[in-house]
């Protein structure tokens, strides 16, 4: 069983930065690709952005030239690095373990909010 630990969220006004962070407890052979969602109030949990092993990237195209994904695989580690904040960017992130970008199977986090205000 592999749990996963967000961090980094908070409250920021627009345009600012915040960096989230995901820990891995441990590795599962079968769930390499990791991603991170937001689910804003009242909405669908939806796909942010999501890395590969190999580190290929995928992101949203409201995140794209804003958000930096990334991961060290030798820490069990994910981040997302995020610039120019808006507030619409606003909800709960979480953190996935899953077989591949974008199949929200495997493991999830707990969440960390992040709110953004103008």
């Known amino acids: 069983q592999v749990q996963l630990v967000e961090s980094g969220g908070g409250l920021v006004q627009a345009g600012g930065s915040l960096r989230l962070s995901c820990v891995a407890s441990a590795r599962d052979s079968g769930y390499t690709a990791m991603s991170w969602y937001r689910q804003a109030p009242g909405d669908q949990r939806q796909l942010v952005a999501g890395?590969?092993?190999?580190?290929?990237?995928h992101y949203a195209d409201s995140v794209k030239g804003r958000f930096t994904i990334s991961r060290d695989n030798a820490k069990n580690t994910m981040y997302l690095q995020m610039n120019a904040l808006k507030p619409e960017d606003t909800g709960v992130y979480y953190c996935?373990?899953?077989?591949?970008?974008?199949?929200?199977?495997?493991?999830w986090g707990q969440g960390t909010q992040v709110t953004v205000v103008s």
């Open positions: 890395i590969t092993a190999g580190l290929t990237t």
């Open positions: 996935n373990l899953g077989t591949r970008i974008g199949t929200s199977n495997g493991y």
